[in-house]
């Protein structure tokens, strides 16, 4: 399906029903036109939605007007062993977009993936990436997904005012100066950010008294574990949310290493950039510099491990906008709070292993070593035995003119920076010419 001018030309000279005809023609479009076609339409219905919730959402009238910052009145302050759940009146996704399996499918291969961040500073004399292990996943959820999960952090915010949530769940300091007021709600465990009074020291506090992740939570780690964002092998069991009004920042630090890496940021209702760099300045309070600055779109994923979770420190400056942000991550089990207990929803979760449009050869093998393990023994073996024929001819070519070159190239290697959309069709078509190559 190609563009041009011309293309475009004949388009604008069709009208609305005309339009809608060509468009019903399901006959006249190949399977990947088809595709294609609903992927940018499905893009412009979100970005209207998003358009429609950004006016809205600074509107008094807004369904998701940020609530009121009157401060509760004693009376209406409750014990932390109150009845009302996080849960109640929560949804889930499935309440708003997963309507079946066919259209996580068809989301699943939306998601826009980029890890081959790189930035090169001298650690210890050594040049080093410090951005090796950031991952960012776009589209991962929709406008009206966004919407559901910041309602539903605004109602976690009444209910932090009304004294509804557990002792350390829910924070709303002071602002005395700009930078300073972030509202943070946690769940999972309560991380102290500083010695405190009782002279604990940074960290996760076993005996903090906090709500567990709540159930629309749970489905968002599902579905990012799932969609191949984060790996079934740390599932997180915590997280915090952070919101951010006019000038609220996060400043320069690493994350703990009481949670496990690696871990994810998700951002709503307003794009910001996070910056990151070995040694970042601040040069006014809430502002920062820093030598990288990453852009995270409203409905993104962020995912630090490596060098940009443990080497590189990252931070937000004072925020334009109304700005909502919640980090999960995975405690490690030697710091798990005395009361904590497993959710079984987190239990399990298992990505998917195919392609919603075509079955790549390599998730093929996936799904079927996954279903047959005594087959992966015998790819194994295949696999090997060609590496090496391919070692001995290597030997043999090294010494003929551009031999090293033609057996340079291994079938079964994948580029390390190689992370398109899962089911794309430059991955299925990459996958095909290798096949072809190897039947050669």
């Not at 949530?165 to 972030?182: F, H, Q, V």
Request: hydrophobic residues 30%.
């Amino acid at each position: 399906m190609g563009g041009g001018d011309g293309f475009l030309d004949l388009l604008q000279n069709l009208g609305r029903e005309e339009m809608m005809e060509v468009l019903s023609d399901d006959g006249g479009f190949c399977q990947h036109c088809q595709a294609l076609l609903r992927t940018r339409i499905q893009n412009q219905i979100n970005n209207r939605k998003l358009r429609e919730l950004s006016v809205n959402g600074s509107s008094a009238g807004s369904k998701i007007s940020e609530p009121s910052a009157r401060k509760p009145s004693s009376s209406s302050i409750q014990t932390s062993d109150s009845e009302i759940s996080v849960n109640d009146g929560v949804s889930s996704l499935d309440d708003i977009g997963l309507l079946g399996e066919q259209n996580e499918h068809v989301r699943f291969a939306e998601v826009g993936r980029k890890k081959n961040f790189n930035y090169v500073e001298r650690i210890y004399g050594k040049p080093t990436n410090l951005l090796q292990g950031l991952e960012l996943h776009t589209r991962v959820f929709n406008a009206e997904e966004q919407q559901k999960i910041v309602e539903c952090v605004y109602q976690f915010q009444r209910m932090g005012r009304k004294g509804q949530l557990r002792a350390r769940t829910y924070s709303e300091p002071r602002k005395w100066m700009r930078g300073k007021g972030r509202i943070t709600i946690q769940f999972g465990c309560c991380y102290n950010y500083a010695v405190d009074k009782n002279g604990n020291p940074p960290g996760i506090l076993r005996q903090g008294d906090v709500d567990p992740i709540p159930l629309l939570f749970k489905q968002m780690i599902k579905r990012m574990v799932r969609w191949h964002v984060l790996p079934p092998t740390c599932v997180p069991n915590s997280c915090i949310v952070n919101i951010y009004g006019e000038g609220d920042c996060i400043p320069p630090h690493i994350d703990h290493h009481d949670f496990l890496r690696p871990f994810c940021t998700v951002s709503f209702l307003t794009e910001c950039n996070i910056l990151f760099g070995s040694n970042l300045k601040s040069s006014s309070p809430g502002e920062f510099e820093g030598p990288v600055s990453i852009p995270l779109p409203v409905g993104s994923v962020l995912i630090l491990s490596g060098n940009g979770a443990d080497i590189a420190k990252h931070c937000v400056s004072g925020v334009e906008r109304r700005r909502i942000s919640i980090t999960f991550r995975k405690m490690d089990e030697s710091k798990l709070p005395y009361n904590y207990l497993p959710e079984p929803e987190l239990q399990g979760i298992k990505p998917l292993v195919y392609s919603p449009l075509s079955k790549s050869p390599v998730q093929q093998n996936q799904q079927e070593n996954f279903k047959f393990p005594a087959q992966r023994n015998q790819h194994e073996n295949f696999r090997s035995h060609v590496q090496q024929n391919q070692h001995e001819n290597k030997k043999i070519n090294d010494n003929k003119p551009g031999g090293a070159a033609e057996t340079s190239n291994n079938l079964f290697a994948m580029q390390k920076d190689d992370f398109p959309p899962l089911g794309s069709l430059s991955s299925v078509n990459r996958q095909r010419t290798q096949q072809n190559n190897f039947k050669r």
